[in-house]
Structures are given as structure tokens and as C-alpha cells.
């Protein structure tokens, strides 16, 4: 069965340091997604993304963050200048078509800002 | 905003039992609901999906309910079994928006053996 990838699996920066945390969806799914998870609390939405912008984002995702579909398959979340809150699990996710389809996510980045 | 509260942090049922977990919801009536299953250090996976026209969706050993008068989904395991240990997550769409899916903070189920 297809599945997201994310790579890398965890991420260790300094804080300002910019970080990339990259994703590849499903081929054929049309929506993709940015969740944040901090430890021990609950999946929190950050972003979506549909024909090739920003459909939706929370007040988690400020100017500090940013989404690009580079190519035809990646799907990657910049962090400009890192904190020491940004510090969390980061999971992609994507779905296709029909209101309701499943999300399907990756087994996350841990990133770790210190 | 809509909120979603899973009552239990933690549930412990003894094997062979019937887990039975609760997703409430505070404003609009969502279109859908979905429950996911999240393992340590993984991201969380599809189980099921319910309409808010269904009463009750059933896989396997799964069956989920939704009650839109009580803003609740059920969500039951039965001949419940270790390999069932996980957090368990609710999720809806937010004001009705397919690109926005929120989740509940989720319950962590224990099957004791």
C-alpha cells in the first residue's frame, strides 16, 4: 500500500537555525497537510495545502513558517528562525479526493531545537 | 471555536472486554467524524469514518456511533486484545472545511492481559 515518507526522522538544531522538514505524499492525493504534535499533547493542525497554495492555516503557523510543493512530489515545511518551542513531533499527511477521505500521514520528524 | 474533548486520558480494560471510548464536540454538528489510532512514536492511522446522516459504522471488531442531538461519538472495541493498546484519536472537520481536520487530545487504552 503507498504511504507518506518523511524524511529526516529526526532533526537536531540550533535555535535561529532554519530547518526543512521534508515530505513525499501519496501520488495521486490532492490535499496535504502539516501537523505538529509536542510531547504527550494532542496532533495540532498547522497547515493545508490544495492546487498549489495554502488552503487553510492556524494561528500556530506564522510568518516564521512556510510550505512549498516544489516539484511534482515533495512537499516540504520551513521553519525560518527555530525556537525552543518549535521543539516537537512534525507529521505530514495527504488525501485525496471526496469530503471525508482519510488522512493519511508519515511517521513524523522529531525535531529538537536546543 | 469547535472544540473536541475525549473524556478519558487513560482507559484500562481487562482482555476479552468491550473498550468503549468517548469523542464530544462542542459547537457545529461536524459533517463527518473520523477515529484514528496513534502507536508511541507513529503517526496515527485510519480506522473508521462516520456520517453525520449514520448512527452507527461497523469494521471487524470496531464499531463507532455518532449521536449529533448529544454532540458525542462512541467509538467500541470488542473481544478487546493487547495488540489493541494505543491512543485512540477523534477527528472532525473544522466548521464544516474538508482541508481542516482537528483532532482530540486522544485516549490511551490499555488491554491487561
Redesign the interface.
Given at each position: 500500500e503507498p504511504e507518506?515518507t518523511q524524511t529526516p526522522s529526526h532533526q537536531v538544531t540550533q535555535m535561529g537555525q532554519e530547518v526543512i522538514l521534508r515530505c513525499v505524499p501519496i501520488s495521486n492525493h490532492l490535499?496535504f497537510?502539516w501537523?505538529r504534535q509536542i510531547l504527550g499533547?494532542?496532533?495540532?493542525?498547522l497547515v493545508?495545502f490544495?492546487n498549489n497554495e495554502i488552503?487553510?492555516k492556524?494561528e500556530i503557523f506564522d510568518d516564521q513558517f512556510s510550505v512549498e510543493r516544489p516539484d511534482g512530489s515533495n512537499f516540504t515545511l520551513k521553519i525560518r528562525s527555530t525556537k525552543l518551542e518549535d521543539s516537537a513531533m512534525y507529521?505530514c499527511?495527504s488525501k485525496g479526493q471526496g469530503?471525508?477521505s482519510?488522512?493519511?500521514?508519515?511517521?513524523?520528524t522529531r525535531l529538537t531545537v536546543t | 471555536s469547535q472544540k473536541i474533548e475525549q473524556n478519558s486520558e487513560a482507559l484500562n480494560i481487562q482482555e476479552g472486554k468491550t473498550a468503549t471510548l468517548t469523542c464530544n464536540y462542542t459547537n457545529y454538528s461536524p459533517a463527518y467524524l473520523q477515529w484514528y489510532r496513534q502507536d508511541p512514536g507513529r503517526g496515527p492511522v485510519f480506522l473508521l469514518l462516520i456520517r453525520e446522516n449514520e448512527k452507527e459504522k461497523r469494521k471487524e471488531r470496531l464499531k463507532v456511533t455518532f449521536d449529533t442531538t448529544l454532540k458525542q461519538s462512541l467509538f467500541h472495541i470488542t473481544a478487546s486484545q493487547p495488540a489493541d493498546s494505543a491512543t485512540y484519536l477523534c477527528a472532525l472537520d473544522w466548521e464544516n472545511r474538508d482541508d481542516k481536520i482537528i483532532f482530540g487530545k486522544g485516549t490511551r487504552l490499555h488491554i491487561l492481559p
Open positions: 507518506v490535499y497537510y501537523y499533547q494532542k496532533v495540532e493542525f493545508s490544495y488552503s487553510e492556524s507529521f499527511a469530503t471525508g482519510p488522512l493519511h500521514f508519515g511517521n513524523g | -
